[in-house]
């Protein structure tokens, strides 16, 4: 492959605030490079379909604010067979597309492994995710958003929650990981956590009853991660009206309230920078990683790291909140 002249961009699976700054970041740094940008709108979907339009540093002015992406984002079943990837492919070459780069979670860089695997194109992946679950990154773009607007919604429940001396169960999103619903319980002073992570550790419901979480309190709020395997919010809250009659419950799905709104300073400059990492990348002729972020120092991840590990909860986190909400 010869060096790239020009850039496609694209936005794909669930999006996350702070996308539309990542978008103007790679577009303009590729710019600066003297490299074209070829925005491709709905995910793997636009490059199947061509929907795909050059982009100058106007296009992307006045979006660094904007939560959701101005691309637009899908999910594409046909880029998951060989047919699919190959149009994809072929599309690419007649707009003549030298590199792709992907924001997106584990599924789109799921994607963009195997479409690099089986074509010789440069792919290089963003994570936007408000889940976190990235592994070989420390954020994700768009988590922090989420976490504010996680911590905002659950402050005004306190307040009904107080003034009724009441149990809540919040929802919150995370997929198949407790970062949104650990991390948030500490920033809002929740009681309790309970996260996919330990589901088949521990009973967390049990353990969270046991330590006498009504000792002192006139309101208890636990965060639950939507996980399936955990059953979600609704699921604890039926247990306790079933084997603890004597609270009295309520549960709140905070839902997609959380993958929107302005994206906060954090998202921002995360973007920015991993967007202008991933130019980097390019010139540098780096192929199929991941931009992350690890001790505020840009890193770049071979996609087969990024995909295939988990990323862990810090135990110290799970301490921390035990030891906080007594
Ligand atoms: P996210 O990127 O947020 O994890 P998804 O898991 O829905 O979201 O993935 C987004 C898109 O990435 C899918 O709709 C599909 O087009 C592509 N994709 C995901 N997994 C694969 C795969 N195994 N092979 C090819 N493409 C994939």
Known sequence: MGTVKCIGILTSGGDAPGMNAAIRAVTRAAICNGLKVK????????????????????????????????????????????????????????????????????????????????????????????????????????????????????????????????????????????????????????????????????????????????????????????????GGAMHYAERVKKEYPQYDVRVTILGYLQRGGSPTARDRILASRLGAAAIDAIMEGQRNVMIGIEDDQIVNVPFSKAIKNDKPIEQDLVNLLKELSI
């Open 39 to 230: 925005a491709i709108y709905r995910g793997y979907k636009g490059l199947i379909t061509k929907e795909i339009e050059e982009f100058k540093s106007q296009n992307v002015s006045n979006i660094i604010q904007q939560g959701g992406t101005i691309l637009k984002t899908s999910r594409c079943e046909e880029f998951m067979t060989p047919e699919g990837r190959k149009i994809a492919y072929d599309n690419m070459m007649e707009e003549q597309i030298d590199a792709l780069i992907i924001i997106g979670g584990d599924g789109s860089l799921t994607g963009a492994r195997l479409f690099a695997q089986e074509y010789d194109v440069s792919c290089i992946g963003l994570p936007g995710t408000i889940d976190n679950d990235l592994f070989g990154t420390d954020f994700t773009i768009g988590y922090d958003t989420a976490l504010n607007t996680i911590i905002e919604a659950v402050d005004k429940i306190r307040d009904t929650a107080t003034s009724h001396e009441r149990l809540f169960f919040i929802e919150v999103m995370g997929r198949d990981s407790g970062f949104l619903a650990l991390n948030g319980a500490i920033a809002s002073g929740a009681e309790a956590a309970i996260i996919p992570e330990f589901e088949t550790k521990f009973d967390q419901l049990e353990e969270f009853i046991k330590n006498g979480f009504r000792k002192s309190k006139n309101s208890s709020i636990v965060l639950v991660a939507e996980s399936p395997s955990l």
